[in-house]
């Protein structure tokens, strides 16, 4: 199993298989994984990641709206 969970520093989606206690996300923070916010599970690698796609596209699209709407 993956989990989905966001950056406790930047609010980044990353994603780590199960079992795994950190993440270092591309911010350079080490994320807990236990004690960030699990926001989806995937079964697959790939399921996750498109997950991770997913969810930040949606993240992207909310900063677009607030911007030029
Ligand atoms: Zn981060």
Known sequence: MFVVF??????????????V???EC????RV???GAVAVAEAE????AR???RALQEEEM?????RRYG
Do not use: I, M
């Open 6 to 19: 966001r950056c406790t520093d930047c609010g980044r989606f990353l994603y780590q298989e199960g079992g």
């Open 61 to 65: 699209g909310k900063a677009h709206f």
């Open 21 to 23: 206690e950190t993440r």
């Open 26 to 29: 591309p911010c350079g923070t």
């Open 44 to 47: 697959s690698h790939r399921e």
């Open 32 to 34: 807990e994984v236990s």
């Open 50 to 52: 498109a997950l991770v």
